[in-house]
Antibody, heavy 116, light 108 residues
């Protein structure tokens, strides 16, 4: 059974940093692109970033370019989202998902709250 | 960045009714269009990709159509479990692979 489990969400002050993690199981992690998507409270889905199987290609939405960085550790079946210079508007549930375009498999999400 | 616009934002319908949800792209996305369903407190669920290809476990009452910039998701006879928020997503060419803002189906 494919499973994705995110962690690392927390309350952080504006301007702060945070690293989210996502561990995959039930599939060969290194064979798949991986993606981060977020959802602000009561709002829609926002595609954030994705990363190729061995990290050679990475793409970001403009709103997070230069502040967020996606990475992975295939040896530990892990995906990361390094977030810096956090803003109040980054408050959201952050999901990891398997795949480069559409995603059949999603984690349950981890909540990031940016507030003073 | 391609902007996806869904209409209407909210649709009040009765069980058994047929509904059509619309999704428009700011530029052509070819047939690179997917639909997701999301229920409160849950992650999105992929329903359809490639405009009209249903996932194997998706009931036949769901169907997708369109191409280019205009797309629809049709639910032929609404069941109670279909009341949710539906999102379209384009994945044409290079990222970002943007979502529409969603259409909420609520019980009339």
């Amino acid at each position: 059974e494919v499973q994705l489990v995110e962690s690392g969400g927390a309350l952080v002050q504006p301007g702060g940093s945070l690293r989210l993690s996502c561990v995959g199981s039930g599939f060969t992690f290194s064979r798949y692109w991986m993606t981060w998507v977020r959802q602000a409270p009561g709002k829609g889905l926002e595609w954030l970033a994705n990363i190729q199987q061995y990290g050679g290609e990475r793409y970001y939405v403009d709103s997070v370019k230069g502040r967020f960085s996606i990475s992975r550790d295939n040896a530990n079946n892990s995906l990361y989202l390094h977030m810096s210079r956090l803003r109040v508007e980054d408050t959201a549930v952050y999901y990891c998902a398997r795949g480069d375009t559409t995603s059949r498999y999603w984690g349950q999400g981890t909540l990031v709250t940016v507030s003073s | 960045e391609i902007v996806m616009t869904q209409s209407p934002a909210t649709l009040s319908v009765s069980p058994g009714e047929r509904v059509i949800l619309s999704c428009r792209a700011s530029q052509s996305v070819g047939t690179n269009l997917a639909w997701y369903q999301q229920k409160p407190g849950q992650a999105p669920r992929l329903l359809i990709y490639g405009v009209s290809t249903r996932l194997t476990d998706l009931p036949a009452r769901f169907s997708g159509s369109g191409s280019g910039t205009e797309f629809t998701l049709t639910i032929s006879s609404l069941q109670s479990e279909d009341f949710a928020v539906y999102y379209c997503q384009q994945y044409n060419s290079l990222p970002p692979y943007t979502f529409g803002q969603g259409t909420k189906l609520e019980i009339k």
